[in-house]
């Protein structure tokens, strides 16, 4: 396929993740996590494990008929069970592709600390229901976008060191940008199909995060401080 094709191509995947999000990844992240790969793949095994435990937990929570926080709605109930179930499957795949390509360079997988970005997103989501449901699909939304978004920013720079690394990241857009139209689709089910209040809020706050300094390098951190 012509280089302008796939060009075209993988800019029609990010696009609605692009027009979700307030602002793209400075551009000093992008050489930063460049110049310190081990770390981004070590944080992105991390995440994607982080995320497949994240959608089975909203089955457990959510999805269980008659559970204490089962969804009333049961056409709403079995579309998270469908979506977070594939959800889930898919992001332990990524796991594994990805402790594979750091056993490759001979790099162990040691969990990192969690960054500033998702402890402080995961810090507002509301205790009650319904909102504390919402809030997690709103969240889950946003990440996934963002991830989007960075994969689709660093593969200028990876396709002229990091061809391979390119090649997969760019093999991520389209489940990544379905994952996050997924959890804003049940978002916005779970609150009744009115515009969700709360999304602008949680999208103006990664936009904060996602601009200001950060003293590690992690795939979602802000620009080196």
Known sequence: MPAASIALRRETLVAPALALLRCRTPDAWVKAAAADLQ??????ASLELRAAEQAQKLIRRYGASGGPGS?????????????????????????????????????AYEPLTASRYARTLHGQIRSSEPGRC???????????????????????MLEVSEPELAAFYASLLR???????????????????????????????DAELVMAPDCEMRFHSGPPA
């Not at 946003?142 to 593969?155: H, K, P, T, V």
């Open 71 to 107: 969804l009333s709605d049961t056409t709403l109930r079995l579309q998270l069970l469908q979506k977070m179930s594939r959800l889930a499957r898919e992001e332990l795949r990524h796991f594994e592709q990805v402790i594979e390509l750091l056993a490759q360079r001979g790099v």
């Open 39 to 44: 770390t981004l793949l070590v944080d992105h």
């Open 175 to 205: 489940s990544e940008a379905r994952h996050f139209e997924d959890y804003l689709a049940l978002a916005q089910g779970v609150a009744g199909m009115k515009p969700v209040k709360r999304l602008d809020g949680f999208l103006d706050l």
């Open 134 to 156: 919402i809030d997690t699909l709103i969240i889950g939304a946003i990440i996934e976008a963002r991830s989007c978004e960075r994969f689709f920013s660093l593969l200028p």
